[in-house]
């Protein structure tokens, strides 16, 4: 019996396609669920799959769950707005509006979520179909991932009600990069992403048949081999000087340029404690801050391999101390959380309890954009790589599926 099934243009095996769809007729109806991962402006590539689901009029969902930029695509999607989840991301979260690095180091300016979400608001220049998505939600039911902020517990808020733009915003608020408070049925909340990256076990326990993940990365393996976190530090040390190069600020150009400096040489800082078996610095700051002996982190996650040092209590408190943050018990157990659960979830993905089947379609590849600051080509080829895969899971599931649903009556 075959209950994960990897689906990408790489990693695509027509036999075991096969076997896989034939074990999903059954005389028994199924309730389909589509559970779709965040990611940044990476979710320009769900955006793409979405485009050749709405191309097809293909939604055999009964139930949407989303996750941060999942739970925006997931807007455009249930509205029935084709080209929106692109629009958004290429040429909204792209504007210095939204987030300006320079701003963000050099003031503390924070990413804008507010305008962004203003914008997809009734009388803005990109506004939801609210609706239309009121109207395909009569039989069905859409929940955005967010985090309490108090408890650091996953939450699944309705879509679409009254209040469907703050739901957004508390599914969105990325910890550090938004520092706005989120304060949403007298609880405060932070990104949904923090507790529950792929919540594919609330549509599991929401009594999900077979459950179709939209990722933003490959497949991943038990092993962390292909973590997403494995290669952070040299996306930071090669992002900053294109974003620099970008800016014309002239006077204002040196104060970035030592910015980025002082930040290259906090990193370097950070790369001679990583490589140091014993994690003793050779190199003294009065910056640096040591781990607290009397702290307690028994919570904090052990690495499973070498790949995974950077994920380690002492390496966590150092990087905070390099970054300039100090000691905080709140980042901490945030980060904690984040890499906890999201092990926990990758395992039930590839290992789906029974009577659960989860198809997951990803890139084949680590997609070419990033959470933020991306290049537009980059955000071009991985949404039209988008598209490519969700036209072909359409080739091959759309008809099974549209049969199988328990989704009465269809729309």
Same mark, same amino acid.
């Given at each position: 019996?075959?209950?994960?099934?990897?689906?990408?243009?790489?990693? %695509?095996?027509?036999?075991?396609?096969?076997?896989?769809?034939?074990?999903?007729?059954?005389?028994?109806?199924?309730?389909?669920?589509?559970?779709?991962?965040?990611?940044? /402006?990476?979710?320009?590539?769900?955006?793409?799959?979405?485009?050749?689901?709405?191309?097809?009029?293909?939604?055999?969902?009964?139930?949407?769950?989303?996750?941060?930029?999942?739970?925006?695509?997931?807007? $455009?999607?249930?509205?029935?707005?084709?080209?929106?989840?692109? /629009?958004?991301?290429?040429?909204?979260?792209?504007?210095?509006?939204?987030?300006?690095?320079?701003?963000?180091? @050099?003031?503390?300016?924070?990413?804008?979520?507010?305008?962004?979400?203003?914008?997809?608001?009734?009388?803005?220049?990109?506004?939801?179909?609210?609706?239309?998505?009121? /109207?395909?939600?009569?039989?069905?039911?859409?929940?955005?991932?967010?985090?309490?902020?108090?408890?650091? /517990?996953?939450?699944?808020?309705?879509? %679409?009600?009254?209040?469907?733009?703050?739901?957004?915003?508390? $599914?969105?608020? #990325?910890?550090? #990069?938004?520092?706005?408070?989120?304060?949403?049925?007298?609880?405060?909340?932070?990104?949904?992403?923090? @507790?529950?990256?792929?919540?594919?076990?609330?549509?599991?326990?929401?009594?999900?048949?077979?459950?179709?993940?939209?990722?933003?990365?490959?497949?991943?393996?038990?092993?962390?081999?292909?973590?997403?976190?494995?290669?952070?530090?040299?996306?930071?040390?090669?992002?900053?000087?294109?974003?620099?190069?970008?800016?014309?600020?002239?006077?204002?150009?040196?104060?970035?340029?030592?910015?980025?400096?002082?930040?290259?040489?906090?990193?370097?800082?950070?790369?001679?404690?990583?490589?140091?078996?014993?994690?003793?610095?050779?190199?003294?700051?009065?910056?640096?801050?040591?781990?607290?002996?009397?702290?307690?982190?028994?919570?904090?996650?052990?690495?499973? $391999?070498?790949?995974?040092?950077?994920?380690?209590?002492?390496? #966590?408190?150092?990087?905070? $101390?390099?970054?300039?943050?100090?000691?905080?018990?709140?980042?901490?157990?945030?980060?904690?959380?984040?890499?906890?659960?999201?092990?926990?979830?990758?395992?039930?993905?590839?290992?789906?309890?029974?009577?659960?089947?989860?198809?997951?379609?990803?890139?084949?590849?680590?997609?070419? @954009?990033?959470?933020?600051?991306?290049?537009?080509?980059?955000?071009?080829?991985?949404?039209?790589?988008?598209?490519?895969?969700?036209?072909?899971?359409?080739?091959?599931?759309?008809?099974?599926?549209?049969?199988?649903?328990?989704?009465?009556?269809?729309?």
């Amino acid at each position: 019996m075959v209950n994960h099934l990897p689906f990408s243009l790489s990693d %695509f095996d027509l036999q075991l396609v096969n076997t896989f769809s034939s074990q999903l007729l059954s005389a028994k109806k199924k309730k389909i669920a589509l559970v779709v991962q965040g990611g940044g /402006q990476r979710g320009i590539f769900t955006a793409g799959v979405f485009d050749a689901f709405l191309d097809a009029e293909f939604d055999p969902f009964e139930l949407y769950v989303g996750t941060s930029a999942g739970a925006l695509n997931l807007s $455009s999607y249930i509205s029935r707005q084709p080209q929106f989840g692109y /629009q958004f991301i290429a040429n909204y979260t792209t504007d210095n509006e939204f987030f300006n690095l320079y701003k963000y180091l @050099s003031k503390q300016k924070s990413m804008n979520l507010d305008w962004a979400l203003q914008t997809v608001a009734p009388g803005g220049s990109l506004q939801l179909d609210i609706a239309t998505a009121r /109207q395909v939600l009569r039989h069905r039911a859409a929940l955005a991932c967010a985090t309490r902020k108090d408890t650091l /517990q996953d939450i699944y808020l309705p879509m %679409f009600q009254s209040d469907w733009r703050e739901v957004l915003r508390a $599914s969105c608020a #990325i910890p550090v #990069i938004y520092n706005q408070p989120v304060n949403l049925r007298d609880l405060e909340w932070v990104d949904g992403g923090v @507790s529950a990256a792929v919540p594919v076990k609330e549509a599991w326990q929401r009594g999900a048949d077979l459950i179709v993940v939209v990722r933003t990365e490959p497949v991943q393996t038990l092993d962390g081999e292909t973590s997403p976190f494995n290669d952070w530090r040299e996306k930071i040390e090669t992002v900053l000087p294109d974003y620099i190069e970008k800016l014309s600020l002239n006077e204002s150009l040196d104060k970035v340029k030592a910015i980025r400096s002082d930040l290259t040489q906090r990193l370097e800082q950070w790369k001679l404690w990583n490589d140091k078996p014993s994690g003793k610095p050779e190199i003294h700051s009065p910056q640096l801050q040591p781990l607290d002996p009397n702290g307690d982190s028994s919570q904090i996650i052990t690495p499973r $391999s070498s790949n995974w040092r950077l994920l380690s209590a002492d390496n #966590i408190e150092r990087f905070l $101390s390099i970054a300039g943050k100090g000691k905080s018990a709140e980042i901490i157990e945030m980060l904690n959380r984040y890499y906890r659960t999201y092990d926990e979830l990758n395992g039930f993905l590839l290992n789906p309890p029974d009577g659960l089947k989860v198809i997951q379609i990803t890139p084949e590849r680590p997609l070419r @954009s990033r959470a933020l600051l991306s290049d537009k080509d980059d955000l071009e080829m991985d949404y039209r790589e988008g598209k490519v895969v969700g036209r072909h899971f359409i080739e091959h599931f759309a008809e099974i599926l549209n049969e199988t649903t328990a989704l009465t009556p269809k729309h």
